[in-house]
């Protein structure tokens, strides 16, 4: 077991994927019986097969409050904002680390794309 901590998000994909699974199985069970020309399975069974858009929905909401959550981490932990210079090289008031040089590179391509 990891000693690692949940992050935001972690336990909504972690459950969103354990039902996504659980679904997906019922839609093979239901629609096997149609494929093999025997009979139908009662309506309860076609319930369990709607858990697949559901897991996926959660997972999905998981993952985007994760995102959410680290993009806002980094937000707050940046402290400067990227400075565009002539040459396109980001000078970043926190220095060159890679939230820096991405936010210098985005700046870069925007400034490029506005010259166009």
């Known amino acids: 077991m990891s000693k690692q901590t949940l992050g935001p998000g972690d336990l909504l994909v972690r459950t969103g994927a354990i039902t996504f699974l659980v679904g997906t199985v019922g839609t093979v069970v239901t629609v096997a019986p149609l494929l093999l ?4 399975l009662p309506t309860p069974a076609y319930f369990v097969s709607m858990l ?4 996926l929905a ?21 402290g400067g904002t ?18 820096g040089q991405q ?12 010259e166009r």
């Open 37 to 40: 020309h025997t009979k139908r």
């Open 52 to 55: 697949m858009g559901l897991g």
């Open 58 to 78: 959660l997972a999905l909401v998981g993952l985007l409050k994760s995102a959410l959550a680290q993009r806002h981490a980094t937000a707050g932990g940046a």
């Open 82 to 99: 990227a400075v565009v210079g002539k040459s396109g090289v980001g000078q970043s008031g926190v220095g060159q680390s890679g939230i």
């Open 103 to 114: 936010a210098a590179g985005q700046a870069a391509a925007d400034q490029a794309a506005a």
